[in-house]
C-alpha cells in the first residue's frame, strides 16, 4: 500500500479490501479498471463529509482535496450530463467552460435527488469513479496533475485517496484548461 501524506490522521487502506466503505458502482469500477490496489480508502465520521469538515478534523490539507460535481444542461430537449472535478480551494466554471463542452444553451448542477438517483452514489460523497458510462468526467488540469488528492468514496462515511494520473485514466476522463476557477 501506498504511503499517503495526505491521510492527516487518518490510517488508509487499500480500497480492493474494503468495498464496505465504497458505493456499490464504485466498488465495481475500482475492481473492473484493475487499480483498486492503488485507490487508498479512509473510514471516517459520515457527519464530517463536506470538505472543509473533513480537511479540519483530520488534518487532511485542503490544497488536495477535490470536489466533483454533477451538471446538467438541455440541448434539443435532451439532457446532458457531465461530472466535473476540480480542486476543493476552487469552482467550476459551470456557465461557461462546462456549458460550452456540454454544447448547451444553460448547464448548472444538477438536482440533489437527480443526482443520487442517476450515479447511486450519496449526496455528499458522488465521485468520478463509477458514473454513468455515457458521461464526460471533466477534470481540472491541477486535479490531473496532482500527486495526491482525497475525494468522495460514493457514500459519506469515506474517502478515497487517489492520485491525478488515475482520475485521468478513467473513462469519459477529459483534462480541461480553465475547468477550476
Not at 75 to 86: D, F, I, M, W
Not at 136 to 156: H, N, W
Request: aromatic share 4%.
Amino acid at each position: 500500500m501506498r504511503d499517503w501524506t495526505i491521510a492527516g490522521t487518518l490510517t488508509p487502506a487499500p480500497a480492493a479490501e474494503h468495498p464496505e466503505l465504497l458505493a456499490e458502482p464504485v466498488a465495481r469500477a475500482l475492481a473492473a479498471t484493475g487499480s483498486d490496489a492503488t485507490v487508498g480508502v479512509v473510514e471516517i465520521d459520515p457527519d464530517l463529509a463536506d470538505t472543509a469538515d473533513f480537511c479540519a478534523t483530520y488534518g487532511s490539507p485542503l490544497s488536495a482535496s477535490a470536489n466533483c460535481v454533477v451538471v446538467a444542461g438541455k440541448r434539443a430537449g435532451q439532457t446532458r450530463y457531465a461530472a466535473a472535478l476540480v480542486l476543493a480551494t476552487t469552482r467550476a466554471d459551470v456557465n461557461t467552460v462546462i456549458r460550452r463542452r456540454l454544447d448547451v444553451r444553460k448547464a448548472s448542477f444538477a438536482p440533489m435527488d437527480e443526482a443520487v438517483e442517476l450515479t447511486g452514489m450519496a449526496y455528499g460523497g458522488i465521485t468520478p469513479v463509477g458514473l454513468p458510462p455515457e458521461w464526460p468526467v471533466l477534470l481540472d488540469t491541477a486535479v490531473a496533475e496532482a500527486p495526491e488528492l482525497v475525494i468522495g468514496s460514493g457514500v459519506r462515511g469515506s474517502k478515497l485517496l487517489v492520485t491525478g494520473g488515475f482520475l485521468a485514466s478513467l473513462p469519459g476522463a477529459e483534462v480541461v484548461e480553465g475547468l477550476g476557477r
